[in-house]
């Protein structure tokens, strides 16, 4: 017998003798049981969670690197290169960052004659260029106000910092109006914060030019405490300064230590906003404590300087920041105690500026290591697992749609159509309206089928199936008007207020479900936004329907349901932050009482411009999350008679959906919903045109679509 099968029956002999004790047996099934429950908890929504997100994990901006190993750090004037900063936030985009620190030093876009300081025209609109850029991609910026230099050499816009002048008042009186421009010219942008000063006080242990000229922590905090208050008249944004912080030397604590956080920092920040540089979290001193203000680290790497004997430093260092595998384990160490301690945002040093980050070849391009491909792999993006489309019903090519268009309006050329300009996106997750109503006829006593249309469902799951398209199927959606016909499609409110008119409805869902569940099915959707149309749908307004009706519809259908099948069942509702009576999943209560019970899946309705309309469903994970719908604003309401926000359908103009979007599903990926399903493929020419010829025209958020999921 070999040494493997020695081992093996050796092994197997002290097992067997192990499980002959009764006690043994008893602590084993316990040890499984908790690992079977571990795996348990270990479910759909859990997973969707990510610890590393856009709002949470942002870039430092630092300069402009020019692909020749040269860097060029006042980059807004004479060497502003529109190209080469399209290409670097095109790739910083790529990566999922949604946040940028960039230096955009006031002395690089504003001359100083001695008396004081004025714009100058061509940089100034360099940096509004720069901010357009930004905001083409969704990208947020922290805009650094003030960057010290070394010499205390100047020269007509060199982005250098001068320190004599905030000696005096006069000086400081004279930074105060340039700040007032600067801040004024751009707040209109989507600014983090006006950053007064990067390391104000840590530069006066190592800048020649500040030491030279005697500027002390006084004059400093004098300078920032002027600047933050004038700034706080000018405009909501953060107002505030970054500081080096290090726990090995008391000259860079300045907000671990209580009296100089109290003396230095207070009074002059909205944020505290640190840099660190160390080889891993144990250097890190423990900020839990600190919450009095939202906490940044606004800088981040290993070490980032070269002292390997320790001369200057507490600890050896060899630039390990530059090293992508050292800088790689550093950055994942401190960033996750970071976020564990309460800092709400982590910005890496750096894109233009850290060889260890990425690497800028010669003929323009990018060669990203081991931290930007953490970010990359780190940051929720999108897939064809979590990005889907609606197809709500049919476009007929010239001008009008066919809601209701399962039967008489079935047509099977433009539904392949359709289906195969949905595949060709990478699109495999689709939600669409096949109500039973469409495809059941009602005698006053029971539904029943219309062969016909039966066959027209069979044969649209069919073509869903052959595109390996996965469906969201919706079997009913209230209507206005109350007036029925045969195979119209339409809700029968007055069946849901009595049990009699309720069975009627459980025995149609039953034949449905029992019919279409052999397919590739994600959920059969009871209803789509039931609750809602009881402040829009004037049927049910005019039956007197009321939320526990319909809770008592979606209950005892969900039970139903779930007798029939292990395929999700749910229902989805339109929530809005703005608007109480739409706050069914946001809302503790509401959500208890009328969703809990009679769904799988929260799966909820976004329309707003952007993402801070919406609420923060982070600490929702009882059950998966799925944005069903999401785009800008779907209503004409200029005047806002009945809608707080006004609105001009902007869901339907391409450019400002497109950015809606952009926004708004980054926000839920961030907070853990786990599929969002865009509005739409046949109901939307902000987002496809489809052509009198029978083919489709790609609009931006399409052509974005089929990037995304393509790649």
Known sequence: MGIEKQFKASLETKFANFLSVPKNQCLLIALLFIVF??????????????????????????????????????WLNVDYDPEKVEVDLEAIHSLGIRKLRAFLPLESVMEYDGEKFFWNKEARKNLHDFFKRCASKQISVIAIMRFG???????????????????????????????????????????????????????????????????????????????????????????????????????????????????????CTDVYSMHFYRPDATYIYDFSDLTDKPKWATEIGHLDYYD?????????????????????????????????????????????????????????????????????????????????????????????????????????????????????????????????????????????????????????????????????TIMSAGHHDGIHESLDGKFRWDLITTQEGLDKYLAAQTLYINEFKEYDILMFEIANEPYGELTWSQAAIQLGITKDQVHNFLKQSYDNAKTL??????????????????????????????????????????YRPNASYLYDFSDLTDKPKWATEIGHLNYYDPEMIIHPKAGHKELYDEAQNYLAVMDISQKLLDTGFCAIYLWSWGSNPGMVIHNPDGTHTLLKLARWVQEQLNN
Request: contains cysteine; proline residues 3%.
């Open 565 to 606: 099948t292990d395929i999700y069942v749910g229902f989805s509702e339109l929530e809005e932050q703005e608007q109480e009576k739409y706050q069914f999943f946001s809302n503790p209560e509401n959500r208890k009482r009328y969703a809990d019970d009679c769904t799988d899946v929260y799966s909820m309705h976004f």
């Open 308 to 472: 390997p004997c320790g001369s200057q430093h507490p600890i050896p260092g060899n630039y390990e920041l530059y090293d992508q595998h050292e800088n790689f384990y550093a950055v994942r160490d401190i960033s996750q105690r970071l976020l564990n301690t309460g800092f709400s945002t982590v910005y890496l040093w750096s894109w233009g500026s850290n060889p260890g980050m990425v690497r800028h070849n010669p003929d323009g391009t990018y060669t990203l290591l081991r931290v930007a491909r953490w970010i990359k792999d780190q940051i929720p993006s999108f897939n064809s697992e979590n990005l889907g489309m609606n197809l709500p019903w049919l476009n007929n090519h010239d001008g009008t749609e066919s809601t209701n268009w399962l039967n008489t309006d079935y047509n099977p050329e433009k539904i392949e159509a359709d289906l195969a300009g949905i595949s060709s996106l990478g699109v495999k997750k689709i939600r669409v309206f096949l109500m039973l109503e469409s495809v059941m006829e009602y005698d006053g006593e029971k539904f029943f089928w219309n062969e016909e249309a039966r066959e027209n469902l069979h044969d649209f799951f069919r073509r869903c199936r052959s595109k390996d398209l996965s469906v969201i």
């Open 149 to 267: 230099n070394h010499d205390g050499i100047h020269y007509s816009l060199d982005g250098k910092f001068r320190w004599d002048l905030i000696k005096t008042q006069e000086g400081i009186d004279k930074y105060v109006a340039a700040q007032t421009l600067y801040i004024n010219e751009y707040k209109k942008y989507d600014i983090l914060m006006f950053e007064i000063a990067n390391e104000p006080y840590g530069e006066l242990t190592w800048n020649r030019a500040a030491i030279e000229s005697g500027v002390k922590k006084n004059h400093v905090h004098n300078y920032l405490k002027q600047s933050y208050d004038n700034a706080k008249t000018l405009t909501d944004i953060y107002i505030g300064f970054s500081e080096i912080e290090e726990k090995q030397q008391e000259k860079y604590q300045f907000f671990s230590d209580p009296e100089k956080r109290a003396r230095y920092v207070e009074d």
């Open 37 to 74: 429950l571990n795996i348990g908890m270990t479910n759909a929504e859990e997973e969707c969670q990510p610890f590393f997100t856009s709002s949470n994990l942002g870039m430092n901006y630092a300069w402009l690197r020019t692909f020749d190993g040269t860097e060029t750090k006042n």
